[in-house]
């Protein structure tokens, strides 16, 4: 039986991924989160995974957890750095890491699809909208950055984050990025392609967190059973 921590544990999303993993037969041997993540830096007992939904902040007491420990790493904390994300892959150098911003099965097939289409579709206007419940506190989402990634490897063509005003005509090649935030959505992304008389738009709408949670401890289990490395969630599942 695998072992494993979860950080980000007194939330809903946290509750959530302890019983996941309880149910896939991991035991949990501690959860952490903002109130008594400093006790990771010492006490806390040796761990086979850490999975990590919680913020920004915690990355660091994780890092130095698994590099003292040896544990793997699941992260699905949305909102980190340039230079944390290379912490991560850092660590990657000697732990099994993966980084993801979204765990959903169905999100890694539309990341597929969009890549697709903006490959076959190159010269039509792409608008990228996703929304998200009223708690969430970080925009664009993890995800529509991602999908902007699919549409867009190099990172070469203009962003525009919404429209306000006089903007005057659309840039020929400029993706808009809109977020959307009210209630208790678990998030909706879509990916909207406009040519002349016609629009594919690609859509996914999780109904409840459990697709994330669901994902990401599947995800746990195929790490354990890789060497060393930093992996993204669509080559650990479809590998």
């Not at 041997?29 to 010492?42: E, F, P, R």
């Not at 076959?120 to 909208?129: G, H, P, R, T």
């Amino acid at each position: 039986m695998a072992s494993a921590i979860v950080v980000g544990g007194s939330g809903r999303m946290g509750r959530l991924v302890r019983e996941e993993l309880v149910a896939r037969g991991f035991e949990l041997v501690g959860s952490y989160d903002v109130d008594n993540i400093a006790d990771l830096d010492g006490g806390a007992p040796a761990a086979d995974v850490v999975v990590d939904f919680s913020a920004p902040a915690s990355l660091s007491h994780v890092v130095a957890y698994a590099q003292r420990t040896g544990a793997a790493v699941v992260s699905g904390t949305t909102g980190l750095s340039a230079e944390q994300l290379s912490q991560l892959r850092a660590l990657g150098e000697k732990n099994r890491v993966i980084w993801a911003s979204n765990y959903s099965l169905g999100v890694a097939v539309l990341r597929r699809a969009t890549a697709m289409a903006a490959e076959a579709l190159a010269d039509w206007d792409v608008e990228i909208v996703e929304t998200h419940h009223n708690q969430k506190v970080d925009a664009p989402s993890g995800t529509a950055k991602a999908l902007l990634a699919a549409v867009d490897p190099s990172g070469e063509r203009p962003v525009v984050d919404g429209r306000s005003g006089i903007v005057g005509a659309r840039v020929p090649g400029e993706i808009g990025m809109h977020a959307l935030r009210g209630g208790t959505v678990a998030g909706t992304h879509e990916v909207h392609f406009f040519g002349t008389d016609e629009e594919v738009c690609l859509t996914h709408r999780a109904a409840s967190r459990q697709i994330f949670v669901a994902g990401a401890v599947r995800a746990a289990e195929r790490l354990l059973e890789r060497d060393p490395g930093f992996y993204d969630f669509d080559a650990l599942m479809f590998g």
